[in-house]
C-alpha cells in the first residue's frame, strides 16, 4: 500500500513550532554565562564549539553566539575556526527550505532578486545586514541560490559579525555577563548596513531604469 505523502507545508510548520518551543525554553545568555569551564581545554573548546554548530538552528540562536565563545578560547586567532562553524550553522536552514520552500509567490520573488543580483552578490549583502542568520539563510533556499555561492556568500557576508564576536569574546565580558546582544558595536552595524546598500544600489538603479524606461514607453 502507498503511504500517504506528507505536505511540505506540514514538515515546514511543524518544524518552526518546535523551534520556536526550543528558543523560548533555552536562552542563549544564560548558556553564556556558564560556559567559561569548556574553554579550559582546547579539544574540549572544539568538540563543544561543533556540537553548538550543529544544534544551533534547531534553537533558533543567533551564530554570533560561536564566534563569542571560540573568541573567548582561542582569541583572534580562532577567527577562521569560529567563520567555518558559522558557514556550518547556516547550511542546515538553507537545505530545508531549498527542500520545502521553493513554491509560491514568495520563492518566485526571490529567484528574480537572484537572478538580477546573482547568486553571490545575493547573500552577501543580505548578509551585511543587521537580520537574524537563519532568516537569510530560509532566503536564500527558497530564492534557490546554489549551495556553493551560498557558501562563499555567507564566509564573506558574515566576516565583519564574526570579527566582532571574536573581539566581544576574547575581552571575557561577554561570557561572564551573558550579555550577548550587547557584544555588537553599533557603527559595525552602521558600517555593514552601509555596505549593503552599496552592493545593492545597482541592481535598484539598473531595476529602476527599466520601470522608467517601461512608463515612457507605454506613455508614448
Known amino acids: 500500500m502507498e503511504r500517504p505523502r506528507v505536505s511540505s507545508r506540514v514538515v515546514a510548520g511543524v518544524t518552526l513550532v518546535v523551534v520556536a518551543i526550543a528558543a523560548v525554553a533555552v536562552s542563549p545568555d544564560a548558556v553564556l554565562s556558564r560556559a567559561?569551564?569548556?574553554?579550559?581545554?582546547?579539544?574540549r573548546l572544539v568538540v563543544a564549539a561543533v556540537a553548538l554548530a550543529v544544534v544551533r538552528?534547531?534553537?533558533?540562536?543567533?551564530?554570533?553566539?560561536l564566534a563569542v565563545v571560540v573568541g573567548f578560547g582561542f582569541g583572534l586567532v580562532g577567527l577562521p575556526f569560529a567563520l567555518a562553524l558559522?558557514?556550518?550553522?547556516?547550511?542546515?536552514?538553507?537545505?530545508?527550505?531549498?527542500?520545502?520552500?521553493?513554491t509560491g509567490r514568495l520563492a518566485a520573488a526571490?529567484?528574480?532578486?537572484?537572478?538580477?543580483?546573482g547568486d553571490l552578490r545575493s547573500v552577501v549583502l543580505s548578509r551585511l545586514v543587521p537580520a537574524p542568520s537563519?532568516?537569510?539563510s530560509v532566503g536564500a533556499g527558497?530564492?534557490?541560490?546554489?549551495?556553493?555561492?551560498?557558501?562563499?556568500g555567507t564566509a564573506v557576508g558574515e566576516l565583519p559579525?564574526?570579527?566582532?564576536?571574536?573581539l566581544a569574546g576574547a575581552s571575557a565580558e561577554t561570557l561572564t555577563t551573558g550579555d550577548l546582544a550587547g557584544a555588537i558595536d553599533a557603527r559595525l552595524v552602521v558600517a555593514a548596513?552601509?555596505?549593503?546598500?552599496?552592493l545593492l544600489a545597482p541592481t535598484a538603479y539598473e531595476w529602476y531604469g527599466e520601470r522608467a524606461d517601461g512608463a515612457d514607453g507605454d506613455a508614448a
Not at 57 to 65: D, V
Not at 142 to 152: D, N, Q, S, Y
Open 110 to 117: 526571490g529567484e528574480s532578486f537572484v537572478e538580477r543580483t
Open 193 to 198: 548596513g552601509l555596505a549593503a546598500v552599496l
Open 57 to 65: 538552528p534547531f534553537l533558533a540562536w543567533p551564530t554570533t553566539i
Open 36 to 43: 567559561a569551564w569548556v574553554v579550559v581545554d582546547p579539544t
Open 134 to 136: 537563519d532568516v537569510v
Open 142 to 152: 527558497i530564492a534557490g541560490v546554489r549551495l556553493r555561492w551560498f557558501v562563499v
Open 161 to 166: 559579525w564574526a570579527v566582532a564576536g571574536v
Open 86 to 102: 558559522i558557514v556550518l550553522t547556516s547550511v542546515p536552514p538553507f537545505l530545508f527550505a531549498r527542500r520545502y520552500g521553493r
